[in-house]
Nanobody, 115 residues
Framework: QVQLVESGGGLVQAGGSLRLSCAAS????????MGWYRQAPGKQRDLVAT???????NYADSVKGRFTISRDNAKNTVYLQMNSLRPEDTAVYYC?????????WGQGTQVTVSS
């Protein structure tokens, strides 16, 4: 069992930045892929970015060039640096991790971008 805890959400003006953190209860070296998803009110949960154990990244087209995902294996933490935020980035952001036996999700952190 792996527990994921997100932090770093909040209210920011358009054009601003936030950094989300996702702390894992166990070494993230056992987690094959980690990622961030987001869900806006009334909408489905969508992929934002993923990062493999080897560091390969993948981004949704809507955030390419603005968001950066990274992982610090020594701290068992994954980050999402979000720059040039837009009102349409407003959502609950969820951290996720996949092992060979299961997928794990955090409880989510709210990001609100005002115009």
């Amino acid at each position: 069992q792996v527990q994921l805890v997100e932090s770093g959400g909040g209210l920011v003006q358009a054009g601003g930045s936030l950094r989300l953190s996702c702390a894992a209860s166990k070494s993230i070296l056992i987690i094959r892929d980690m990622g961030w998803y987001r869900q806006a009110p009334g909408k489905q949960r969508d992929l934002v970015a993923t990062i493999t154990r080897g560091g390969t990244t993948n981004y949704a087209d809507s955030v390419k060039g603005r968001f950066t995902i990274s992982r610090d294996n020594a701290k068992n933490t994954v980050y999402l640096q979000m720059n040039s935020l837009r009102p349409e980035d407003t959502a609950v952001y969820y951290c996720t991790g996949s092992t060979v036996v299961s997928d794990y999700w955090g409880q989510g952190t709210q990001v609100t971008v005002s115009s």
